[in-house]
């Protein structure tokens, strides 16, 4: 299975001019033949605490149709960040596009402490299924909580995946982090991050894969757009620089 972290520079709250970005790098990802892709937090809109009640929307507007679209014409699970409203709930998501199938949705369970008065917790935990892999999504601060990383290894997951906005001043932390819990539960470990500026943040790039033994197998710049792609039959890497 090929399975890819893309890397993206966000425009502030622009929805319609990020999905222009997504497709862009799907459709290259969608050139070497990746089975999944996983974009980072929030990556629709930007990490944007402030902007987040304004642009969200119900999991299954139709403004993210093109998703499933792009879903089932390349045969490829494609999982992008928003925000999402859920009754009187503000939620940070991740919203899952498979091939033939339903979208699905996974919010954020565990918040940072500057997003407590602003954001809803998310309930449930999420794993997907494709190829025989079982795939575990985080959000960002979920990893920072071991109770989350030991739920996805009793379930028999073999990849985790954190969809994340990692500052310059906070990305070594979560890069031991999550080298950690890919040796301590032998599953491959991908993070998937943005470049340049959002949310105030100065924002590190590096998105990243390990091995099941906590090496780390391949990582981006700080700076550009790109995409990390993982064959987990081999643990063979490749790096696309999007222009």
């Known amino acids: 299975m090929k399975i890819a972290a893309a890397q ?9 001019k990020n999905i ?9 990802a969608a050139t070497e033949n990746v089975d999944m892709i996983i974009f980072p937090e929030l990556s629709i809109t930007g990490y944007e605490p402030e902007l987040a009640e ?10 993210l149709d093109v998703f499933q679209k792009m879903a089932d014409g390349h045969t490829m699970s494609i999982v992008i960040g928003m925000p999402t409203k859920s009754g009187d709930q503000l939620l940070i998501s991740s919203i899952i596009f498979e091939p033939g199938k339903k979208r699905g949705v996974y919010s954020k369970r565990h918040l940072f402490p500057t997003e407590i008065n602003i954001f ?11 190829l025989q892999n079982k795939i575990s999504l985080a959000i960002c ?19 985790y995946t954190a969809s994340v906005l990692n500052s310059v001043n906070g990305i070594d932390d ?23 500026e959002s949310g105030g943040y100065e ?6 894969i390990w091995s099941k033994t906590g090496s780390l197998l391949g990582q981006l710049n ?3 757009e790109g995409i990390l792609i993982l064959d987990t039959d081999n643990d063979r890497i490749e790096k696309i620089h999007i222009n």
Do not use: W
Not at 141 to 159: C, F
Not at 174 to 196: P, Q
Not at 203 to 208: D, E, L, N, Q, V
């Open 174 to 196: 979560d890069i031991i982090k999550l080298s950690s819990i890919a040796e301590k539960f032998h599953m491959h470990v991908l993070m998937a991050n943005f470049v340049g």
């Open 54 to 63: 304004k642009l969200s929307i119900d999991y299954e507007d139709q403004v």
């Open 141 to 159: 601060y979920d990893l920072s909580d071991p109770a989350h990383s030991q739920e996805a290894y009793h379930t028999r997951a073999t990849i």
């Open 8 to 16: 993206i520079n966000p425009i502030k709250g622009d929805i319609l």
């Open 203 to 208: 924002c590190a790039g590096k998105s990243s």
């Open 222 to 224: 700080g700076e550009d």
């Open 20 to 28: 222009e970005k997504h497709k862009i790098i799907i459709k290259e």
């Open 120 to 130: 809803s917790s998310g309930e449930s935990f999420c794993q997907l299924e494709l």
